[in-house]
């Protein structure tokens, strides 16, 4: 049975930083990539980052320069390290795996205060 556990949200002050991480188990395939959404409270749930087998990354342009991800294939987990938090990076973080399927974590709440 395919289980995907987030940890690693919480609450922050603006300025501070947070490390989400996202394990994946009982996947038999290769996961391809690894990405990480998230969702505002009245929002559309949005691509945060995204990286690849190959380890190519992308990231939407709001968190680009404050946000890192990444992955170890061993142990299918990815990462997301998240600096200079802002109160609008306030939502739940979703991780997202996908090979010939596509797998989601439960999501973990993100609060930045100001």
């Known amino acids: 049975q395919v289980q995907v556990v987030e940890s690693g949200g919480g609450s922050v002050q603006a300025g501070g930083s947070l490390r989400l991480s996202c394990a994946a188990s009982?996947?038999?395939?290769?996961?391809?990539?690894m990405s990480w959404y998230r969702q505002a409270p009245g929002k559309q749930r949005e691509l945060v980052a995204r990286?690849?087998?190959?380890?190519?990354?992308n990231y939407a342009e709001s968190v680009k320069d404050r946000f890192t991800i990444s992955r170890d294939n061993a142990k299918n987990t990815v990462y997301l390290q998240m600096n200079s938090l802002s109160p609008e990076d306030t939502a739940v973080y979703y991780c997202?795996?996908?090979?010939?399927?596509?797998?989601w974590g439960q999501g973990t709440q993100v609060t930045v205060s100001s």
């Open positions: 009982g996947i038999i395939f290769r996961i391809n990539d």
């Open positions: 990286i690849t087998n190959s380890g190519r990354t």
């Open positions: 997202n795996f996908r090979n010939i399927n596509t797998y």
